[in-house]
């Protein structure tokens, strides 16, 4: 398509339509938490850039947090499953486009010339999570990481784990993979999580909710309950520590998922059952009252595309315990306590480490602000735009 600009001459325009559907969900976990945060910096490059027209696919009308400049449209199509493969399909075969931006790893049956995915990790690969995921879902994963390394232009991944995933399980040209880290936690002004007041009531309706008293030190972990997180051993390295380390409590906090019973199992096993809490979904003020409680952040999973919650335990300065493999020791770089996660003496060494030795302490957490510099959700979106009007 092209139009006149204001002199006669020609300006060469795209139609950019963008799968918004995980924008805003009732209990959003780390793919609609992607889309969020990249789309509220994402729009207003978009808008900057006037003469491209951009389409927003929802499932049903959503507020955007950035206004939406004129050349930004929503389109509303409502329908109840299969979403993407059935609905947005019919959208692309019926009103052309140039170009598609999905953030959430599944590309409708339907494409334009250019279809750009995000796929944030491939863990369902990993011969240690082969019982982590119901047949149905791997087998959905696998043909839309196939049909994605086939039919993309190109693949967003976050990290350069995934990326050598792709390439490994897939064997996927490099050239088409752009490796787009997500940002940080934004600290600037009133969004500083560290100058949030808190009224007295705010306070004790979370502890009550949680199972915690103003007193108790804990260990915080935030992410689904579910086996590739490790959350097993990470019980049995927390009942180790708790020998040496009394009176402290360890809260598990997120949806469960596959595994999260062998996890209450283990807690139960090793006579912690008291002390391990599992808060299920927390809300986001939930999340900030835990994080500035806390004393460590442990994220000992065994497979993660990025690791965002690393990079929250670094804004809110707290000590953070992960895994020396996969994205996270890319992630978490030298501003972390890198373990095996296959080794519960390790993982409990590490708990002991960073509840003792306050030199480390201090070290991690001045690591970890100069870390969280790194990740910019402006810098995120900016090469996202790049990618989409390349």
Same mark, same amino acid.
């Given at each position: 398509m092209r139009i006149f600009n204001f002199y006669g001459s020609f300006l060469s325009t795209m139609i950019i339509?963008?799968?918004?559907? $995980?924008?805003?969900?009732?209990?959003?976990?780390?793919?609609?938490?992607? !889309?969020?945060?990249?789309?509220?910096?994402?729009?207003? #490059?978009?808008?900057?850039?006037?003469?491209?027209?951009?389409?927003?696919?929802?499932?049903?009308?959503?507020?955007?947090?950035? =206004?939406l400049p004129f050349n930004v449209q929503k389109r509303i199509l409502r329908f109840k499953r299969f979403w993407t493969l059935l609905?947005?399909?019919? =959208?692309?075969? $019926?009103?052309?486009?140039?170009?598609?931006?999905?953030?959430?790893?599944?590309?409708?049956?339907f494409l334009p010339k250019?279809?750009?995915?995000?796929?944030?990790?491939? *863990?369902?690969?990993?011969?240690?999570?082969?019982?982590? +995921?119901?047949?149905?879902?791997?087998?959905?994963?696998?043909?839309?990481?196939?049909?994605?390394v086939k039919k993309a232009y190109k693949i967003i991944v976050p990290s350069e784990a995934t990326k050598l995933d792709l390439i490994k399980y897939y064997k996927c040209e490099e050239t088409k993979i752009v490796v787009i880290p997500h940002g940080g936690p934004d600290l600037t002004g009133d969004n500083n999580p560290l100058l949030r007041k808190w009224k007295p009531n705010e306070k004790e309706a979370i502890l009550k909710r949680v199972g915690l008293s103003d007193k108790d030190l804990t260990i915080l972990y935030v992410g689904r309950i579910e086996m590739k997180k490790n959350l097993v051993r990470l019980v049995e390295a927390f009942s180790r520590f708790n020998k040496e380390f009394p009176g402290w409590k360890l809260v598990l906090a997120g949806k469960n998922g596959i595994g999260n019973e062998e996890v209450r199992a283990k807690a139960k096993e090793v006579g912690v059952e008291d002390l391990v809490l599992f808060p299920g979904y927390i809300t986001e003020q939930e999340k900030v009252f835990l994080f500035e409680k806390c004393r460590i952040f442990a994220f000992p999973s065994l497979y993660e595309g990025f690791g965002l919650p690393i990079l929250e335990a670094f804004a809110y300065r707290r000590p953070v315990l992960t895994s020396h493999g !996969?994205?996270?020791?890319?992630?978490?770089? /030298?501003? *972390?306590?890198?373990?095996?996660?296959?080794?519960?003496?390790?993982?409990?060494?590490?708990?002991? $480490?960073?509840?003792? /030795?306050?030199?480390?302490?201090?070290? +991690? #957490?001045?690591?970890?602000? =100069? $870390?969280?510099?790194?990740?910019?959700?402006? =810098? *995120?979106?900016?090469?996202? +735009?790049e990618v989409l009007t390349g």
């Open positions: 339509g963008i799968d918004a559907s $995980r924008y805003k969900t009732k209990e959003p976990t780390g793919v609609e938490w992607y !889309s969020y945060h990249l789309l509220n910096y994402l729009i207003p #490059i978009l808008g900057r850039d006037h003469h491209h027209e951009v389409r927003l696919y929802l499932q049903q009308d959503t507020k955007f947090e950035p =206004e609905r947005l399909s019919m =959208e692309m075969s $019926r009103k052309k486009i140039d170009v598609l931006f999905v953030p959430s790893h599944i590309l409708p049956l250019k279809a750009v995915v995000t796929v944030h990790d491939l *863990a369902f690969k990993d011969p240690r999570l082969q019982h982590a +995921y119901p047949r149905k879902e791997k087998f959905l994963l696998e043909w839309s990481t196939h049909k994605a !996969s994205s996270m020791a890319e992630i978490a770089g /030298d501003a *972390a306590f890198l373990a095996n996660p296959e080794k519960v003496e390790e993982l409990s060494v590490g708990l002991k $480490r960073l509840a003792s /030795d306050g030199m480390l302490i201090s070290r +991690y #957490i001045q690591k970890g602000e =100069e $870390r969280l510099k790194k990740f910019s959700w402006d =810098e *995120a979106a900016q090469k996202t +735009y």
